[in-house]
């Protein structure tokens, strides 16, 4: 009986680990891919570069990721979990890439994607393993690092010209609805991300219930904001397609922590706030003051809500008690649990761990910028840039499909 229970055990976690495997790869090659395709004509490079560097990157973190956390014997072992770890640290190079988009070579994205999947490995393992951090949903360790590791490169590959493909680096109706596809599919499922590799049970279910209310609140506080911030009070669909996402990047750390529904109510909607003011104030003093040229305005959807999520973990964590926790605490907090170290100790893990994360995204992606910066690489011209017929073969009456027999 006892065996046919642990076997039954065994497969449940079996079925839940492939649900969220399932779960979170739709988010990074449906999710993301279409969530790009703003641009008018762009949309071909957005999904399917989004496809080539996330089935190169799922690879590569394989490797660095099992070489730092999976090694046994000389051997690095993989399971489902490992590729849910591998599709994270993809999230945080389409992150970035998104802040370069429509201006570089898919060269220089798969070099970046080489470097920042190797730092992003060891950012994770200094985390997580050294510091001993909670970060279950990546608000520190993949939006975070992803946002300023891209704003950086886009900085360092500043282009002063960049004005002459202006008239291509906006949105029209049609492609609006295509990257509304990608918001909906993000949306639904970020729960499923969160909660992914998150202790079985409550630890799980808790932290997709504070991603599903932060996210809830975050879209009504983004159509109030977008309203409201408007001349005419119509609403804008940049602010939809992206801020409505920012109360999942908001709830990334904290979600398996007791932040209960309200409390996660409340970072989800200063999500949503902080988010459409970025979209709507912020980013054009980047570009004009500090030129950072921010395509998809990752700073806004994932750095600003990432920094957040980092600093609701940290004071959440500082004020974990057992008498809240109980036995939870032992998956939650496992130091703090067993008196090595107290709650407000830990708070301060938290903290060190973000600060970690922005030297190292902010270092690395110099680094990075400079080397993609060498001609070599064969980067699109500013003249051509957001532009499909760089790279793809793009007819304007539909292509005449020969058929195979």
Known sequence: MKQENMKLHILSWCSLCCAGFQDVHVMIFIGFGFLMTFLQRYGFSSVGFNFLI?????QWATLMQGFFHGMHGGKIHIGVESMINADFCTGAVLISFGAVLGKTSPVQLLVMAIFEVT??????FILLSILGAKDAGGSMTIHTFGAYFGLTVTRVLYRPNLDKSKHKNCSVYHSDLFAMIGTIYLWM???????????????QHRTAM???YSLAACTLATYGMSAVTAHDGKLDMVHIQNAALAGGVAAGTAGEMMLTPVGSMIVGFL???????????LSPILEEKLKVQDTCGVHNLHGMPGVLGAIVGAVTAAVATTDVYGKGMEDVFPDVAKGDITASYQGVRQAISLAVTLGMALVGGLIVGFLLK?????????TICFEDNIYWEVSSTGHVHTPLC
Do not use: M, Q
């Open 210 to 212: 504070n991603t599903y």
């Open 54 to 58: 996330a089935a190169f990157s799922l």
């Open 374 to 382: 060498l001609p070599i690489y064969g980067a699109p011209p500013d």
């Open 119 to 124: 730092l992003f490995a060891v950012n994770e």
């Open 271 to 281: 999500a949503g706030i902080i988010s459409v003011l970025g979209y709507k104030y």
């Open 189 to 203: 499922f970020w729960p499923s991300f969160n909660s992914a590799v998150t202790a079985h049970g409550d630890d």
